[in-house]
């Protein structure tokens, strides 16, 4: 029980409140047609990182947020001028516009050897989530121990106050970011401002992506913003329902992936451990392969729209 503790509780925590807070989140960017926004966004915290490190020399989280919220918004703006200036569609423009910075991010990381304070590619990729030890969690009486709680991990306090953060957006803004999400153009009809919901909404992706950058890297940023939104709306209509379906996914994801990462090449004979993000990622991507199989509403929409056809 000690080295669960010590070894797996903080991680867990972290990993359940990110995924709860992407898949919240990521519900509105599928609803919006938006998903690559949450995948460029994650993919440009990378230069918006390193260019608050280079600036300020040093990995304080205001710095890095800062940062990445700039590169957010610069990347949006780069999305909008290709869009219009090469009439491309949007996914085409989020594309050029993720990959181009994402890997000017890389080269600024080689270039710079920003690597030597432990900002380096592969951390911004696969996170550092089995690093989040709490070596004063001793035994249960730990966790009402002020001296003992005053040595978690940051990383915990950072990624809890930003989905408190988000929540207190989906609540104060819920309905100009209902309506903007099904009609943009009756929400600007009713003077709901879908533009800067809009903004607010890729700002809040922003935060997001950089509070879970440094634990849980790139890659499940991604898969908690897409897989668990999109397995929710395979299984309803109904908005309510689909923000507790994409929950639900996201703390099943979350858990399992954990579980299996840590303990799974053991229970089949294997000496080693694999990477908790990637085997999250994966089990998300599982389970939208599993709702794209068997999501009930779905599947007697499109039978029905055959049978229109």
Known sequence: ???????????????????????????????????????????????????????????????????????????????????????????????????????????????????????????????????????????WLSLFDRQALADLPPQLARVTWVGLLVLAFVIVVWRPLVVGSFDPAFAASIQARPILTDLLLVVMVAITAIAAFEAVGSIIVIAMFICPAAAARLMTNHLGHQIAWSQAFALISAVLGYVLAGYGPGWIGVDASLSAAGMIASIAGLILLLACVFGPHRCRESSQAVSDA
């Open 1 to 139: 029980m000690a080295d669960f503790l010590m070894l797996s509780l903080v991680p867990l925590v972290v990993a359940v409140i990110i995924s709860l807070t992407c898949a919240l989140l990521g519900n509105f960017l599928v609803l919006r047609r938006q998903s690559l926004i949450g995948d460029a966004i994650s993919h440009v915290a990378l230069p918006g990182i390193v260019a608050s490190f280079l600036i300020t020399g040093t990995l304080a989280a205001s710095a890095m947020m800062v940062g990445a919220g700039v590169a957010a918004l610069v990347t949006v703006a780069m999305i909008e001028l290709i869009k219009h200036l090469g009439r491309v569609e949007s996914s085409a423009a989020m594309g050029v516009a993720f990959t181009a910075i994402f890997a000017l991010g890389v080269l600024m990381l080689e270039w710079n050897d920003a690597s030597g304070v432990h900002l380096d590619v592969e951390h911004a990729l696969y996170g550092n989530l089995e690093s989040l030890i709490w070596f004063e969690g001793q035994h």
